[in-house]
């Protein structure tokens, strides 16, 4: 009798996702049959830095309910339309470019590689001497040298962060003559294109928010462009419904140290961008001005955010532009709006620069082999999954979200996703993903 307990315990913990070590230490003797032994593992054979990224942009209740990994880079799309993780290229999608120019930078001083993008926050505090509330609850660090005090006396006017969304240090390797803005404010200033996103999946959402608070989505819980609120609906990501960020923002805590003074503006293509300042974190205090823009827009509209005054005072300002398009038309609107912050602010500028991740590359067509997008996979797994209703209540990068109400209806459970998900086929037949797995199965991470 307690054999057969010992048995089925095994079984269901394999189930779940327990690490096939804590599985193997569990059998003593011939205690597991084959049947156990032959059971699927889930997440836990996945190469450790993968695992340790995806690990890095789960949160649990807002993350996908189940999530795969592809075997190539050719899987693309859903909310936030990035590329999904996969085994073949998980630390080249995440290499990005970090930059830091201006008053309080240290010309030549190192960014290491493998800097991630919670060290922009850090970093600019420390260069404006501001010491944030609760240092305790995020985990990035300011980059060691960069800040080099407060010059003649004086800090920072004006904060510009630049966000280039979808570009990662691969598009940049592969155009060397498109940036010669950035690079010259690396060399001037302090960068390095070995930075690192820090988390999976690739979802500008996410990052930016990560720029914004100084910690990674598996803290500040803005996992991606789609997340569930505390009521269990599928909502956009700093939309109505939205949950707030778990942490506050560098702008947030800014805004609120110093009651209100300072001018806190926002430039992007979608107002799911808003990571990178926030703006709702402290209730009732939100008057940020926040502008959609595109392409060359977004220059026009950050010069009127700043002949409003940023810059203009001793109080710093924060203004955070989001840009898209081609590395070339970012680097020449990078040149404008550096231009035009350090007029508005008297040269009293500091400049933090930073790529989002990698993400056009496979929707350019530089991957090999066959693709498939986020809209065929959902097909797939709806039509797998037993039932007329269609379990996908939202699909973003790396991960579904299913419709809690249709699963019970139907008695069903998530793992029917994931077997679906371990079915899916490329146009030519061949399997699309390497791992599926529930997203609590993320949670043992620690344990592999």
Known sequence: MFGRRLLVLLVVLAAIGIPAGVLRAACAGKSCTATVARA????????????????????????PDVMAVARSENVWGGAGAGPWPSVADAPTITAVPIAFFGRGIRPGAVVPGGTGLDAIAPTLSEVLSFRRPHPEVRAGTAVDGVADGVADGERPRLVLEIAWTGVGSHELRDDPRGWPTLRSLM??????????????PLDPTATLTTIGTGDLPSQHGITGTLVRNDGGHVVEAWGPGSPFSVIATLPDDLDQAMDQRPLIGLVASDLADRGIIGGNWYIGHDRDA????????????????????????????????????SVGSMDRRTHELVAAAERASGGSVVVAIAGTGSGAGAEAGSTTGPRIRASDVVSQVDDAVPGDPNVVAGVVAGGLFLDQRVLAQEGISGDAAVQALLKVTAPDGTPVFEDAFQGFAVSFERYC
């Open 40 to 63: 699927r593992i889930p997440f836990c054979p996945l190469p450790a830095e993968l695992k340790a990224k995806l690990a890095a942009g789960f949160r649990e209740g807002r993350s």
């Open 187 to 200: 060399e001037r200033g302090s960068g390095a294109l070995a930075g690192d996103t820090g988390s999976l």
């Open 290 to 325: 926040m502008v959609v823009a595109t392409g060359g827009d977004a220059v026009t509209a950050a010069r009127r955010l700043l002949a409003q005054g940023f810059g203009r005072d001793d109080v710093p300002d924060i203004l955070a532009v989001v840009l898209d398009g």
